[in-house]
């Protein structure tokens, strides 16, 4: 009954049996492995660095994509492993040669994360191999069956990923906003429906809102896995995040629309036409996520834009009938959700690996036309700063294995490899997150060493650890990572204990506990008094900033509507640069555990309100040139209080992000009845082109306003 109870609680804890697949195909491959170079060749240095070769490629190594990606990642990375042996094999003569080795090898392979922080897992992999071959004894002689052991672990591990039990694909960022688009488009479509017939299939269309908000809500980075998140800085992935900040934007303009109905059916609309244009593009550029789909091109949509904005001014600029307000506001926000339509089509493209053409205007897509490795340049000099939580942990591991290197030499461990492991283990890119892995680290090491050294001291034959090695390999991949990190940590123990092949007693246990206790030590100490915050204080800074900035690019933008200032340039730009900033901190901060006790800030909300300033501005200037408000004092002053508020409540949620506070915003209204409210008192004897441009001015005001209520700071539970 307990082995059927046990048996029942890991089939719930891994549904599609993924995880006990895998463990079987590395149990497997590591039991060939080691038992052909062991027992065949005849060679225990082939067998331990090929056991060790699998277990460090096939249990630290996260890599993202379906099973021939990753099986091509690993091949590729044979160069950078046959390195790493290398250097450690020729710095084990010293202690402090191989101690210095450790500072730049454990610096350099953490911050080549700062590109693309989905190899990240990766990155432990690789240290790995540096750590066991700058170990003792050093017999550089050796480097040829150090070499050829690893090479064979790796190359039969990526065999095995593609042809055992392959790994079911989860479902792709790319997948899940295609699905965005889908529903969104569906929305869409209801929402064009109900400007023309407010009364039609109200059920209809509640179903497809609640749907399209679930959709969305699904393209959020921290609901993706992060092996699976768009989080480099690769052309590709900064394009996804950018059509997943242009789909959410999409659906609040498409919520304002619902919201902004009339009374009365009107068949021929102009907004209500523009919107089954954009459904229709929407969901065409999602399904060109898919492989092999054809790309979209924005051309159909441009029409339906220019249709919308030749018929848009209302009259011939005398003063006849009454402006209809309500119309312009409609229209308004219509040519708003269509541009970030446009952003989301231009984004599909890029991320399928086009370039953007002379036509797509938007600065948003600039980065594309550069190079990757120009791109990853420019990732890797902007955190070359003091500031940078890139830099700070990428130092902080360094340093703490360095010295970790160090106490195991000094001090003559005979295992000085599993001090070195112990600190890897624990140490993390913020204090709290160390301070979450250490628990289960020294916990699961003491139950293995008790368990290891009652075993040696009953069992002394080496054939018997031979025999039971694939059993403890199965352990250690499969069930120790399904009940739990206390139980991984204590099978792991087991697992490299038996893989030593010698019964040294109770001895070996022993030294294996001090060790583990010793590198939690330096891993601990290293993540608390080395920049201990991690990447939420850098992400925290970064947004206090582009929050700025964005205010600044808003007030400067009505400024030159106004003719009081030249165009935003400068601003836009400004905004850009600080965009790539909080994006890559964000893209390290979603890899990070968090503090349980403080609430989360919306990160996606706070990245979309600058996608929504930066196109929405470039779009605005567009259509109402600056200087086109100069010269109506009323439109003047309803602008700059609008735009002072907003200042306002940017930097109040800069400092509320910033300090960690919680605040009540209000939700802004921003239907167009309101707005017809503000306005009127300035309609007489206003032409009908001036009161167009007011109102497309003071609708963008009020749409950034509401996306800014949409951000919730984190607030301490009490």
């Known amino acids: 009954m307990l082995a059927t109870s046990l048996l029942g609680r890991l089939r719930r804890r891994d549904p599609g049996d993924a995880v006990l697949r895998r463990a079987v195909r590395l149990t497997l491959v590591a039991s060939v492995v080691f038992y ?49 042996i290398a250097a ?31 190899l990240v897992g990766l990155a432990s992999a690789f240290q790995l191999f540096y750590i066991l071959a700058s170990f003792p004894p050093y017999q550089p002689d050796t480097l040829p ?19 055992l039990w392959p790994d079911p694909v989860p479902v792709s960022y790319r997948q899940r906003l295609a699905e965005a688009a889908d529903g969104i488009a569906a929305f869409l479509d209801a929402t064009a429906e109900r400007l023309t017939d407010p009364h039609a299939a109200v059920g209809d269309r509640n179903a497809r809102r609640e749907r399209a908000h679930d959709v969305v809500a ?31 934007e999409v659906l609040a303009d498409a919520d304002r629309l619902a919201a902004d109905a009339p ?104 980065y594309a036309r550069r190079s990757p490795w120009t791109l990853y340049w420019w990732q890797f000099r902007s955190h070359l700063a003091p500031r940078s939580a890139h830099l700070h942990s990428s130092l902080r591991l360094a340093v703490a294995l360095a010295i970790a290197r160090v106490a195991a030499g000094v001090l003559e461990l005979t295992h000085g490899f599993w001090v070195l492991l112990a600190t890897l283990t624990v140490l993390r890119t913020s204090a709290a997150d160390t301070r979450t892995a250490l628990r289960p680290a020294v916990l699961g090491t003491i139950v293995g060493a008790a368990v290891s050294g009652g075993v040696m001291l009953v069992v002394d034959e080496p054939i018997v650890y031979a025999v039971v090695l694939p059993v403890t390999l199965l352990l250690a991949f499969g069930v ?71 205010a600044d690019a808003v007030e400067q933008t009505v400024q030159a509507i106004l003719g009081d200032a030249p165009p935003p340039a400068g601003a836009l730009d400004r905004v850009r640069r600080r965009m790539v900033l909080i994006d890559s901190s964000y893209c390290q901060y979603h890899s990070e555990r968090h503090d349980p006790h403080r609430q989360q800030v919306n990160w996606d909300a706070v990245l979309s309100a600058g996608h929504h300033v930066v196109p929405g501005a470039e779009s605005l200037l567009r259509r109402n040139p600056p200087g086109c408000l ?36 209000e939700p802004v209204s921003t239907t167009c009845v309101d707005q017809l409210d503000r306005i009127r008192p300035l309609l007489d004897g206003a032409d009908h082109q001036s009161v167009r441009h007011l109102v497309e001015v003071d609708r963008w005001l009020a749409s950034l306003a509401d996306s800014l209520a949409r951000i919730h700071p984190p607030a301490r539970r009490r």
Do not use: K
């Open 218 to 248: 699904a393209i959020a980075l921290n609901r993706s896995p992060p092996a699976w998140a768009p989080t480099a800085a690769g052309a590709q992935d900064r394009a996804l995040r950018i059509c997943g900040a242009a789909l959410r």
């Open 145 to 163: 069956e150090r070499l050829g052991g690893v090479t064979l672990a790796v190359v039969l591990l990526a065999v095995a990923e593609v042809f």
């Open 630 to 665: 100069a010269g109506w004092p009323g439109a003047a002053t309803l602008l700059r209080n609008s735009a002072g508020r907003l200042r306002s409540a940017y930097d109040a949620l800069a400092d509320d992000v910033a300090h960690g506070r919680a605040s009540d915003r």
């Open 36 to 84: 052909g170079c062991r027992y065949g060749a005849g060679s225990s240095t082939l067998a331990t660095y090929g056991l060790f070769g699998t277990i460090a490629a096939g249990s630290f190594a996260q890599l993202p994509g379906p099973a021939p990606q990753r099986a091509r990642i690993l091949v590729l990375s044979l160069p950078v492993v046959w390195a790493l």
């Open 88 to 118: 450690g094999s020729l710095l084990a003569w010293s202690t402090w040669a191989a101690a210095g080795g450790m500072l730049v090898v454990g610096f350099v392979v953490a911050f080549a994360g700062v590109g693309n922080p989905r």
């Open 480 to 550: 120790g990572r399904l009940l739990g990190p206390v139980w991984q940590q204590a099978l792991f123990t087991v697992l490299l204990t038996v893989a030593q092949l010698s019964p040294e007693g109770w001895r070996l246990a022993e030294a294996r506990l001090v060790d583990v206790l010793l590198g939690a030590v330096i891993g601990v100490l290293a993540g608390v008094a080395i920049w201990p915050r991690g990447a939420g204080h850098d992400l925290r800074r970064n947004a206090t900033r582009y929050l700025a900035a964005s």
């Open 263 to 366: 009374p009365e059916p009107i068949p021929d609309l102009a907004a209500a036409r523009l919107l089954r244009s954009c459904a229709d593009t929407t969901r065409a550029a999602g399904r060109s996520l898919s492989p092999g789909a054809p790309a979209v091109a924005p051309a159909d949509l441009d029409v339906a834009v220019g249709r919308v904005e030749a018929a848009y001014p209302v009259g011939s600029g005398q003063v006849r009938d009454a402006p209809d307000v309500p119309r312009l506001c409609r229209d308004a926000t219509a040519l708003a959700l269509a541009d970030q339509v446009r952003v989301f089509v231009v984004g599909s493209r890029v991320a399928t690996g086009a370039r953007p053409g002379d036509d797509d205007s938007s600065e948003l897509f600039a």
